[in-house]
């Protein structure tokens, strides 16, 4: 049973747009959600992440919205740069995350010029 | 910090045989996870260790996977007998306590 789930697989955004990333969970545990983001051939790169006493936490062009009655975040790029195109991964924990991240199964971004 | 380090990067082997894939956190970090990506499955965490002990190897798949972190700079996953169902990409991640997982590249693991 997936916890995380993101049932976009793939995304196609012109550049300067906003690109808008979905992730719903089922788990009324978890209470910190990340956002990593990969290339092909290296690992997942943390990105930015939200704690479920918020719900918003900016950084630069990237923004994570937290809808708990909804169980529903969501990861906003705004202007989508081509350096953006990449996997995108939603990660949720429990505890603060000590106990590890239980990911969603991505969403390939790809920002068109 | 070079970031976590792991060896090999690549690894293509047969079937029956020994692999052995090693990680070196990142200097400091009391976490260290043990990711495997497949495409059916995503990203599945395998086992995690806070302070050099295993906390919980409930996602290892089979009793023919091993992890071992001898000291807080070393860990090792390995896999006696290896099958072709084992093909993935293997992450080690490092993390201090409530902080973000930081991920090394990856191992691709190929079982012929």
């Known amino acids: 049973d997936q916890q995380v789930k993101q049932n976009s697989p793939s995304l196609s955004v012109q550049e300067g747009r906003i690109s808008i990333l979905n992730c719903d969970y089922t788990?009324?545990?978890?209470?910190?959600f990340l956002w990593y983001k990969k290339y092909p051939a290296e690992g997942p790169t943390f990105l930015i992440s939200?704690?479920?006493?918020?719900d918003k936490n900016e950084d630069g062009r990237f923004t994570v919205f937290l809808n708990k009655s909804a169980k529903h975040l969501s990861l906003h790029i705004v202007p989508s740069q081509p350096g953006d195109s990449a996997v995108y991964f939603c990660?949720?924990?429990?505890?603060?995350?000590?106990?590890?991240?239980?990911f969603g199964k991505g969403t390939h971004l790809i920002i068109q010029p | 910090d070079a970031g976590v380090i792991q060896s090999p990067r690549h690894e293509v082997t047969e079937m029956g045989q020994e692999v052995t894939l090693r990680c070196k956190p990142i200097?400091?970090?009391?976490?260290l996870f043990w990711y495997r990506q497949t495409m059916m499955r995503g990203l599945e965490l395998l086992i995690y260790?806070?302070?050099?002990?295993?906390?919980?190897d409930s996602g290892m798949p089979e009793d023919r996977f091993s992890a071992k972190m001898p000291n807080a700079s070393f860990s090792t996953l390995k896999i006696q007998p290896s099958e072709p169902r084992d093909s993935a990409v293997y992450f080690c991640?490092?993390?201090?306590?409530?902080?973000?997982?930081?991920f090394g590249p990856g191992t691709r693991l190929t079982v012929l």
């Open positions: 991640a490092s993390s201090l306590p409530g902080g973000a997982l930081l």
């Open positions: 788990n009324s545990m978890f209470d910190y």
């Open positions: 939200i704690s479920s006493i918020k």
């Open positions: 990660a949720a924990a429990s505890g603060g995350g000590a106990d590890g991240l239980t």
């Open positions: 200097s400091g970090h009391d976490y």
């Open positions: 260790f806070n302070n050099n002990v295993p906390i919980d």
